[in-house]
């Protein structure tokens, strides 16, 4: 999301996503200061620390048991070779397949989709909901959409570029707005997808997983894109609503859960 961006970049795109919000909102009646929203600065400001600690360890420490095991040898050379254009789309549609994979496992694992639930307790979408993710949930998706790009030695301009459309894709198709990509809704992610995945509605359960390009979830079978916009958003269960909360919630679910069974167990033992 807005990880790796400063306080001057945050403001400038509140600058721009608050007032294109007011002027074509998809939802009218939602205000500026929605439910929730302070919780959602919260994680804006300080969510991003517990992240870049999180790739950085687990993305470095997977990079060099690869350069262990893989000599690093010719294949970075002609990677860079290549066009910059070229290798950012390159690294475009590799870190988004590994995006929806492992986006698609954290809704299929229940243990993963505790940590994803934080995203899709999401009631009200904004650009400033985009910023909801648990950092365990954040970590292990951009560690599956980064490893290979680092692993296959892009060029640092190419990553670069990714990386500032994926964050602006991010806040667009998070956006209370109703803007709409046309026909190339069917290649590229925009807010009619993206509103979809986290509708609350049952025929919209566990589609559109990709994060910039929606033509993986059609190969893949996932998409789900009626023409008309979901009216409701979020989760079944019960989720906490404050930032610590939340950072709790799936490992104090796991933990219940562990306890039911052995009481359960324990009982039946009698």
């Known amino acids: 999301m807005m990880e790796l961006l400063g306080l001057k970049s945050i403001l400038i795109i509140a600058l721009i996503f608050i007032p294109l919000e007011r002027l074509l909102p998809l939802h009218p009646e939602q205000k500026v200061f929605r439910r929730h929203w302070l919780n959602d600065v919260i994680y804006l400001f300080f969510n ?37 254009w070229l290798q950012a789309i390159e690294v475009i549609l590799i870190a988004d397949l590994g995006f929806y994979l492992a986006h698609r496992a954290f809704h299929s694992v229940p243990l993963l989709w505790k940590f994803h639930a934080i995203h899709h307790s999401i009631e009200e979408m904004d650009w400033l909901a985009a910023h909801r993710v648990h950092p365990v949930d954040q970590i292990a998706t951009m560690t599956a959409s980064l490893l290979p790009i680092f692993a296959l030695g892009f060029s640092g301009s190419a990553v670069a570029i990714y990386a500032l459309l994926y964050q602006a894709q991010s806040l667009l198709i998070h956006s209370n707005t109703r803007i709409s990509l046309g026909p190339l809704k069917w290649l590229f992610a925009s807010p009619q997808f993206h509103h ?75």
């Open 48 to 84: 991003g620390i517990l992240i870049k600690l999180g790739l950085l360890l687990v993305v470095g420490s997977l990079m060099i048991a690869i350069r262990v095991m893989i000599p690093e040898q010719g294949l970075p050379a002609y990677v860079q070779a290549q066009p910059i």
């Open 196 to 270: 979809w995945h986290h509708a609350n509605e049952r025929q919209a359960f566990d589609k559109n997983f990709a994060g910039q390009l929606s033509f993986i979830d059609v190969l893949a079978g996932t998409l789900y894109m009626p023409s008309r916009m979901p009216t409701g958003y979020g989760t079944d269960e019960p989720v906490p609503p404050l930032y610590h909360q939340q950072l709790a919630y799936p490992i104090k679910m796991q933990t219940h859960r562990a306890s039911t069974s052995e009481a359960q167990i324990s009982e039946k033992a009698r």
